[in-house]
């Protein structure tokens, strides 16, 4: 049975969507079959950051109402053997996700050969955020390092824990914290949490911190997944969070200032 990953978070515009671009392609390259799947009916945004918009026919609601399969909905990266990408809807409503359906195309995925299914889900409690935590077996939390979105990620890990169908069996969601737009300088001054701050009030083990970086920008708008841009701190902080995901032990990078040379001070460069 294929792993289902959701990545997910209580606020929107933390980077939740760069962060399954990223874990997806990050589990392909490391050899794994790996699928990501668009929860976010209605806007779908998956589909732009993978750069796979103009090859979307049919999408995750065509295949769970019956009008397409998943070998027509399924589009194939052309940059990474393993990784497949399946697009949510624009047009139809949050509603049309039902448990009965989203599970059989989990099921379907798993005997197709995929070993993850990462689950690409809308902020907060509504029922496309539902049904992705409903199925997860680990749980990706994306926080920003300041108190709303703490506080929100918070009460994404109760409703994982209490309404996940795991927690329904007994059972229990892996959860795994990854913190992103980390500033080490806002840090020193007090104007941000740091990361020892936000895994004190989350109690959930750190997978990684991303710092602020402008080619997280860059790769959104190139529609390229920043994993693959080996010489970003973002690209570098992500290969860190998912091999760390896959039970390697890596040191954690980025979480002091950067010693920078009077030129880069006065010119204001950054990554």
């Not at 994982?160 to 229990?172: P, V």
Request: negative net charge.
């Amino acid at each position: 049975m294929a792993i289902v990953v959701t990545v997910t978070s209580g606020k929107g515009g933390v980077g939740k969507t760069t962060s399954s671009a990223a874990f997806a392609a990050g589990l392909a390259q490391a050899g794994h079959k790996t699928v990501v799947i668009d929860f976010d009916v209605g806007l779908r945004n998956l589909d732009l950051i993978m750069g796979v918009e103009r090859r979307v026919v049919f999408d995750f609601v065509n295949v769970i109402q019956g009008e397409a399969t998943l070998h027509q909905a399924l589009i194939q990266d052309k940059r990474i053997e393993n990784l497949s990408i399946l697009a949510a809807s624009q047009t139809k409503d949050k509603d049309a996700l039902t448990e009965e359906g989203v599970e059989t195309v989990i099921q379907e995925l798993s005997e197709m050969g995929f070993e993850y299914i990462v689950c690409d889900s809308p902020a907060g409690i509504e029922r496309g955020a539902t049904m992705a935590l409903h199925f997860a077996d680990h749980a990706v939390i994306v926080t920003n390092p300041e108190v709303s979105s703490v506080r929100d990620s918070d009460r994404i890990l109760g409703i994982l824990q209490s309404k996940s169908k795991r927690a329904k069996e007994g059972g229990r969601v892996s959860e795994h914290l990854l913190i992103t737009r980390y500033d080490p300088v806002r840090v020193e001054n007090g104007e941000m949490l740091s990361h020892e701050d936000v895994c004190d009030i989350l109690a959930v083990g750190l997978i990684g911190v991303i710092p602020e970086s402008k080619a997280v920008l860059k790769a959104s708008n190139t529609g390229v997944p920043v994993i693959l841009d080996h010489e970003s701190d973002a690209g570098v902080a992500y290969a860190d969070a998912v091999a760390r995901f896959l039970g390697e032990s890596r040191p954690m990078k980025f979480l002091t200032p950067k010693k920078q040379g009077l030129l880069k001070r006065i010119l204001g460069g950054s990554d």
